[in-house]
């Protein structure tokens, strides 16, 4: 019963899609179970670079089905129009390779709207929402006006709700939002009808699916989306993603036994970013974020906008490990700190003099929280060429044994550079998925 969820325990942007890439050498299912196409992963193989939004980069695997749980948010313009850049790089995206839970929610051009409407009416505080239509989508979920993938496959349901939906949300962008967007019916469900035949072929009963492949002891990876700090319930609220992004939700998603889960494996940056507005404790305002900036590349897939960039957070990274159930660190991009002659590392918070345990509740505390930091040496030489523990400098080798002291975690693998063969997978826990 090999059934592994591999998230991330930041902000998001640590490098899931590539490590859960690595790890699906042997897996028979990887199946997203949250998010939409706000969350970009780029996965290198062979210096060949894809970008993926919604698809599990499970799908550059030629054995391997790729699935969406019914948590997930589907935008079906923006899913034809990765599947035909996949399928542009012969990367192949048949109904034998990839399909979508019927109950998963569609993202309509509406929801777009209101989303960039809302955050340009927003004063102060923007989110920094990637103005996909995600959290109006999950809106339409939660207040049961949504309409579902297996509503699109339906024409005379999807004739009713999407009457129903356009008639209050154009009421709504006009009349409370202030925008002159309006969305015309028929258009809209001439190109809707057009992708319902397309996907037609797509419908999956995840569920089934997920539980029958358990069963017969085949291996089974979950795929999450942002990170942990961003879950809309534990995360760093407001400054959030709008659905659960933490290990359980995986179980609801898809609609299988949390008995069922054997590891959960947190992806985590040596160093830390975050995109959009929010507490960042251990942001380094001046010249090592910027370098920490330049040489990670980091800029969004989805937006190009820059990430903030500091330290690595102990505190984050520990309520992360909590909130999931993390038994096995992934620490990626350490080629990003060689040439730091001190690496900082965030160890604990105090806030109003007193010290802390955990992330307080509030964003506004947390705002205010003082970071003590610990400093370790760093190291000139290039990483990237690093194979195995053994081809690391001693202080990198150092560091991430640090990181385990600290977290109290195992780092079961690493990696030094964005390609596929630039993951190195250490830990015996991890190594089952890593290898046929
Ligand atoms: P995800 O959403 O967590 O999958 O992360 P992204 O794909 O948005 O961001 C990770 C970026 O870092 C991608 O451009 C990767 O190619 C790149 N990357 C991943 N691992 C490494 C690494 O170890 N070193 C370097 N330099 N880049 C990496």
């Given at each position: 019963m090999p059934v592994a969820i591999v998230v991330g325990?930041?902000?998001?942007?640590?490098?899931k899609g590539k490590v859960v890439d690595y790890l699906?050498?042997?897996?028979s299912l990887v199946v997203r179970f949250q998010g939409g196409d706000n969350a970009g992963h780029t996965v290198v193989v062979e210096g060949h670079k894809t970008a993926l939004q919604l698809?599990?980069?499970?799908?550059?695997?030629?054995?391997c089905r790729c699935l969406l749980a019914s948590g997930v948010v589907l935008n079906p313009f923006s899913l034809r129009d990765e599947i035909a850049s996949l399928q542009a790089v012969d990367v192949e995206v048949s109904p034998e390779r990839f399909g979508i839970a019927g109950e998963v929610q569609l993202i309509l051009p509406y929801h777009r709207a209101i989303d960039a409407a809302r955050e340009a009416n927003?004063?102060?505080?923007?989110?920094?929402?990637?103005?996909?239509g995600i959290g109006p989508a999950y809106e339409d979920s939660v207040t049961r006006s949504g309409i579902r993938f297996c509503d699109l496959l339906n024409q005379p349901r999807l004739e009713e709700l999407l009457a129903r939906n356009l008639e209050f949300k154009n009421n709504y962008l006009k009349e409370?939002?202030?925008?002159?967007e309006q969305f015309e019916y028929q258009s809209l469900l001439d190109d809707l009808l057009k992708l319902a035949d397309q996907f037609?072929?797509?419908?999956?009963?995840v569920s089934a699916e997920v539980n029958s492949a358990i069963e017969t002891d085949q291996y089974v990876m979950f795929e999450g989306a942002q990170g942990c700090l961003l879950?809309?319930?534990?995360?760093t609220y407001p400054f959030?993603?709008?659905?659960?992004?933490?290990?359980?939700y995986a179980c609801a998603s898809a609609g299988?036994?949390?008995?069922?889960?054997?590891r959960v494996i947190g992806i985590c940056k040596a160093y830390c970013t975050r995109v959009g507005g929010g507490p960042f404790p251990?942001?380094?305002?001046?010249e090592a974020g910027e370098t920490l900036c330049k040489v990670g590349n980091e800029?969004?897939?989805?937006?190009g906008r820059p990430r903030r960039c500091g330290w690595l957070d102990v505190m984050a990274v520990k309520r992360a490990m909590r909130l999931n159930g993390v038994e096995s660190l992934i620490l990626t991009?350490?080629?990003?700190?060689?040439?730091?002659?001190k690496i900082k590392i965030g160890v604990s918070y105090t806030l109003n003099g007193e010290v802390l345990d955990d992330l307080p509740p509030s964003s506004d505390d947390i705002e205010k929280v003082e970071v003590v930091y610990e400093e370790v040496p760093g190291w000139k030489d290039d990483?990237?060429?690093?194979?195995?523990?053994?081809?690391?400098?001693a202080e990198t080798r150092s560091f991430i044994a640090r990181v385990e002291e600290l977290t109290g975690?195992?780092?079961d693998g690493f990696s030094v550079?964005?390609?596929?063969?630039?993951t190195i997978i250490s830990g015996e826990p991890v190594k089952q998925f890593a290898k046929v």
């Open positions: 325990i930041q902000w998001g942007d640590e490098g699906t050498e042997r897996a698809i599990p980069s499970g799908i550059l695997r030629p054995d927003r004063s102060g505080g923007k989110i920094g929402t990637t103005k996909k409370v939002l202030g925008s002159d037609k072929p797509y419908l999956a009963n879950d809309i319930s534990h995360g959030v993603t709008s659905s659960n992004t933490v290990a359980g299988f036994g949390p008995n069922r889960v054997d251990t942001e380094d305002h001046g800029f969004g897939t989805v937006t991009k350490l080629d990003v700190l060689s040439g730091f002659d990483i990237t060429k690093a194979r195995s523990l053994e081809d690391l400098p975690c195992a780092v550079g964005p390609d596929r063969a630039q």
